[in-house]
């Protein structure tokens, strides 16, 4: 013998009906599901028609480097326990790179006893018609199992 006992209150939540047919709030919830994508997907591809929406940005413009490090990477060179090295990307307006470290602690004079790293400074002409300098500075003679800033 089955119990029927009536739709839960998720159910009438999402369908708005006491009395749902089977497979109804799935549909409709598959359908809202479906609303949210195509919101989504007009913001994504800008909003073309609505008076005041911007135009979508070039690839060129999307990916144009700036003055502030973005891709920032972290990798390592030899002995990831001992050495760590870091890659960003500027415009080449920044002519080199830095990056400080220190070993982690409690105490808020870790700044003062940070190590300045010079890094190397790699030049690329993009075929989107823009140069961006990729910086990378190495950390050597590290402290395994040791946290650092």
């Known amino acids: ?6 739709p839960t209150a998720r159910e009438r ?3 708005g009906d006491d009395h749902p047919q089977p497979g109804a709030v799935q549909r409709r919830a598959l359908a809202g599901l479906a609303g949210l994508a ?3 997907a007009g913001a994504v591809g800008g909003l073309a028609g ?4 911007a135009a979508a940005a070039a690839p060129a ?3 144009r480097p700036a003055a502030v490090p973005d891709r920032v ?3 390592w060179r030899g002995d ?10 500027t415009d080449a307006n920044v002519k080199s790179g830095q990056g400080q470290i220190v070993v982690a602690d409690a105490t808020p004079t870790f700044k003062a006893r940070a190590a300045t790293v010079n890094g190397q400074t790699t030049t690329l002409q993009t075929n989107l018609g ?5 910086h990378t500075v190495h950390f050597e003679n590290l402290t395994p199992k040791t946290k650092y800033l």
């Open 38 to 40: 195509g919101l989504a």
């Open 130 to 134: 823009y140069v961006s300098n990729y």
């Open 80 to 89: 990831p326990a001992r050495a760590q090295a870091v890659t960003w990307r």
């Open 50 to 53: 609505v008076p005041g929406a």
């Open 13 to 15: 939540a999402v369908t």
């Open 61 to 63: 413009d999307i990916h």
């Open 1 to 6: 013998m089955e119990c029927d006992e009536g």
């Open 73 to 75: 990477i972290l990798t």
